[in-house]
């Protein structure tokens, strides 16, 4: 599903983020990343959506090779992946419904699909009773699973997060874990880059873990 084959990524004002990196993810696989900041975690993440493009080496997702992917079928990949981020990146003038229907809009999707959708999403995270208010009115973890509810609304076979329980208490973080099992449980590939070893080394799943842009464990290999 997720291939990197010798990838570098530089950055012109602070060198590699990534080096020489190779890794293999399976479909219906999921997997935790681990390492410091600034190890390469969001970096190796945002290769993945397409967000930057490698150095040097080949990403390849689904089969694709995204380091010579037209720029005109970066729309069709991004919407393979689903990106769940710590700051949730919610539109606070518009409601959780409109919030998790924004993938599901920009892909043409008739209004009575999308609103199917959008609450089988909300239901599945547990906020389908607050589909008509505001971002602002939510707790930090509501925010939370409805930026996972618009992640998933277009279901994707690719979830990235990039440290979705950063900001929670323990409590909040395992119920967000917890929905990422479930996710996995249905053929979902997840990759999630977390801090929180403690909840990872629970889970019982495959880690990865970088240090300055290389990949120096992978429990997987042992």
Known sequence: ?????????????????????????????????????????????????????????????????????????????????????????????????DNVALPLVAMGMRRREIAKRVRASLDQVGLLRLERVLPSALSGGEQQRVGIARAVVARPPVILADEPTGNLDPELSREIFQLFERFHQVGVSLLIATHDLDLVASMGHRTLRLHQGRLVADSGNW
């Open 1 to 97: 599903m997720i291939k990197f084959d010798h990838v570098s990524k530089r950055y012109p004002e602070r060198g590699e983020a990534i080096k020489d990196l190779s890794l293999d993810l399976a479909a219906g696989e999921m997997a935790f990343l681990t390492g410091h900041s600034g190890a390469g975690k969001s970096t190796l993440l945002r290769l993945i959506g397409l967000l930057e493009r490698p150095t040097r080496g080949q990403v390849i997702v689904n089969g694709r090779n995204l380091a010579s992917l037209p720029q005109r079928k970066i729309p069709f990949h991004r919407r393979q992946v689903g990106m769940i981020f710590q700051d949730h990146r919610l539109l606070t003038d518009r409601t959780v419904f």
